[in-house]
């Protein structure tokens, strides 16, 4: 089975600040991931796929990058509707569709 | 713009079943597979399964082949998960998921939260 390991769990930052999360998957999965934003009692939300495209509609100052195992979700500014949980999520092997643990982005 | 609305929260006891409706809108019903997502409190999404409405195929995942079942009405642009002998860690918030991508869902559902309990 495939695995995706997100670090950290959880990041404290501050309004400004350049926030980087890392999503770790135990194949090689190409460029297939996602990245989503969850807030509390809300389905989640696509940001980014395919590693690096930008949904529609989502701010520019998120971005993806990274390939084969090691990807990266970058917020360059953090703002505060950015405080949510982030999870990766990969889609080459599609019959199992997998996702990271998690990172929660609090405020410092 | 493409909607999927959920039925409402359900309470379960152990080794009942439950099933869950998702109702689509906004574009045609069988142009995209629906997947069924869920999620136990403070835990990451853990992805179930997904059935395409225009032919009726459905693929489950592994950890729960033989208890769950999807379904479709097309004439009611509807799908159904159908979960069996429920246990309490199958309490959680239940969504039914798609998109124009295989793999990856631009559209949720509202959730449906499941809880099991004696």
């Known amino acids: 089975d495939i695995q995706m390991t997100q670090s950290p769990s959880t990041l404290s930052a501050s309004i400004g600040d350049r926030v980087t999360i890392t999503c770790r998957a135990s194949?090689?999965?190409?460029?297939?991931l996602t990245w989503y934003q969850q807030k509390p009692g809300q389905a989640p939300k696509l940001l980014i796929f395919?590693?690096?495209s930008l949904e529609r509609g989502v701010p520019s100052r998120f971005s993806g990058s990274g390939s084969g195992t090691d990807f990266t979700l970058t917020i360059s500014s953090l703002q505060p509707d950015d405080f949510a949980t982030y999870y990766c999520?990969?889609?080459?092997?599609?019959?199992?569709?997998?996702f990271g643990g998690g990172t929660k982005v609090e405020i410092k | 713009q493409v909607q999927l609305v959920q039925s409402g929260a359900e309470v379960k006891k152990p080794g009942a079943s439950v099933k869950i409706s998702c109702k689509a809108s906004?574009?045609?019903?069988?142009?995209?597979?629906i997947h069924w997502v869920r999620q136990a409190p403070g835990q990451r999404p853990e992805w179930m399964g997904w059935?395409?409405?225009?032919?009726?195929?459905?693929k489950y995942s592994q950890k729960f082949q033989g208890r769950i079942i999807f379904t479709g009405d097309t004439s009611a642009s509807t799908v159904y998960m159908d979960l069996s002998s429920l246990k309490s860690a199958d309490t959680a918030v239940y969504y039914c998921?798609?998109?124009?991508?295989?793999?990856?869902?631009?559209?949720w559902g509202q959730g449906t939260l499941v809880t099991v309990s004696s």
């Open positions: 395919r590693a690096s």
């Open positions: 194949l090689n999965i190409s460029s297939y």
């Open positions: 999520q990969q889609y080459y092997y599609y019959s199992e569709l997998a």
């Open positions: 906004g574009y045609t019903f069988t142009s995209y597979a």
């Open positions: 998921a798609s998109g124009v991508a295989l793999g990856y869902f631009e559209y």
């Open positions: 059935t395409n409405p225009g032919n009726g195929n459905t």
